[in-house]
């Protein structure tokens, strides 16, 4: 504004330098376009259509259907697995299977067909030299085949949350969409963890073990040291059996509790850890003792000197008052 008058901006002019033109909007539209993804927006749309879907996963009494290209883009194990079954044979039967074992190819029906007439009406048979009718209509239009659906049974999973939280995972965080795990239950976690080690999914698997030790108690701890286990995680077995030694009062509970009694490895290891603890606390003991020992030594030693310092005083004053006596 010059004097009171306003000024507006003046648009970049064209010339040999390239100019950017600025249009209203344009910082909003750029960060939803990062935000949202189009081909994530597609594909989980799909799934929740269940929309071209060519695969069918069944576990405990209900079903799921998913889409083949994009669980073998997301596994490599699962890929391999589409490939053995392409045949319509399950490779869990035989060896080499790379799930091992974790799914089942259900039986496919039988395709249905037109079946011949018997030879008497058939028109054109044997006892008739004229050839047969042609279909005209049939040859021109191909019929369109239904594409076939593979079925999949999980075995080894009680939890069709387990199953469902797998395919969010795909779906969502596969594809940059917002994705947060929670699992309502330990037996639900310990399904996650299964699938997540037959599919290959890494991320998945460390959001599973993750939970392990989230909302401990003395409750659920014995489950979780058991579900680390039988997965073979070591380190959070170590952490969640040094914050329970760590507390005795919560040690005490837990070692009395039935549960930890079907256990006997776990029971174990707490007692090495409790017995390694009574330990380092008998040399702290020992320790303290030591030092105490020490310092009253070191006193009794100053106490002795500071006497032994006084005696020459004391025989120098009784010198001087027998001189003095004599004189």
Known sequence: MFWGTPKRNAAPLLGTIPVDLVLPGAEQAESESARVSPLADGVQGLLGRSDHCDIVFTVARERFPAHGPVLAAASATFREFLMGSSGGSSPSDRAGDPMQ????????PAATGTTSPPAEEISG????????PVNIADASTPKRQRPQILELHVKGIETSEA???????????GTGGRWVYAPTSDLVNK?????ARHFGMPRLHEHAARWLVKDLTT?????????????????LHDKIVEQLTAN??????????????????ILQD???QVAMLAGNSQQQQQRQQQQQQKQQ???GNSSVGNASASQPVSAKRARQGNTAAKV
């Open 270 to 272: 707490l007692l090495v």
């Open 191 to 195: 399904d996650v963890l299964m699938l």
């Open 125 to 132: 048979g044997i006892g008739d030299s004229s050839p047969p």
């Open 101 to 108: 074992g974790l799914l089942v190819v259900a039986p496919r």
């Open 248 to 265: 005795p009062a919560e040690l005490t509970v837990v070692s009395t509790s039935p549960e930890l009694m079907r256990h006997p490895r």
């Open 163 to 173: 199953l469902e939280t797998l395919l969010a995972f795909v779906y969502m965080a």
């Open 297 to 299: 030594q070191r006193k």
């Open 219 to 235: 409750a659920n701890v014995v489950d979780r040291l058991a579900t680390c286990e039988e997965f073979g995680l070591g380190l």
